[in-house]
């Protein structure tokens, strides 16, 4: 086991999506930006799984994901806060929703000042109270 997947963590993953998308685009933007995060930590990643048959699965993030939603103007703070504290973020615009591939998402987020994007979701990962600021004012997604 990695010793940054020994609880108590030291740090905090956080994706915070947009709270007036429809259900499957919130889904999407979850499994987007956790994937941002996996990609860009994979000392995060847990050893992989195996059942009581022996049958082998893929590994997973290797600790807790809190999931928020915050409007429009929050998610805009959030990525100015995690910038000015130099943590990495992963983002997904609006504008994703109307393309079909990875190169074609690239180039929407590349075609916007970084102030201007229209945020749906962010992600990050880092130090528990440089998240709990970057966060505020999002909250905990509803369990329904």
Do not use: C
């Not at 930006?33 to 059942?51: E, F, K, Q, R, W």
């Not at 910038?83 to 393309?99: C, E, H, I, K, N």
Request: glycine share 8%; hydrophobic share 50%; no cysteine.
């Amino acid at each position: 086991m990695h010793e940054a997947l020994t609880p108590p963590f030291d740090t905090k993953i956080a994706l915070l999506v947009r709270d007036d998308l429809v259900a499957w685009q919130r889904l999407n933007v979850t499994a987007f930006l956790a994937s941002g995060i996996t990609a860009a930590s994979p000392h995060l990643v847990g050893d992989p799984y195996a059942d009581a048959d022996g049958t082998a699965y893929l590994p997973l993030l290797g600790m807790p994901v809190l999931v928020f939603q915050a409007g429009a103007d929050t998610l805009r703070a959030a990525r100015e806060r995690a910038l000015r504290r130099g943590l990495p973020l992963a983002v997904y615009t609006s504008d994703m929703f109307r393309t079909g591939d990875d190169a074609a998402n690239r180039a929407t987020v590349a075609a916007v000042a970084g102030a201007g994007l229209d945020l749906v979701g962010l992600a990050l990962h880092g130090p528990k109270s440089a998240v709990d600021k970057v966060t505020k004012g999002a909250r905990l997604h509803p369990a329904d």
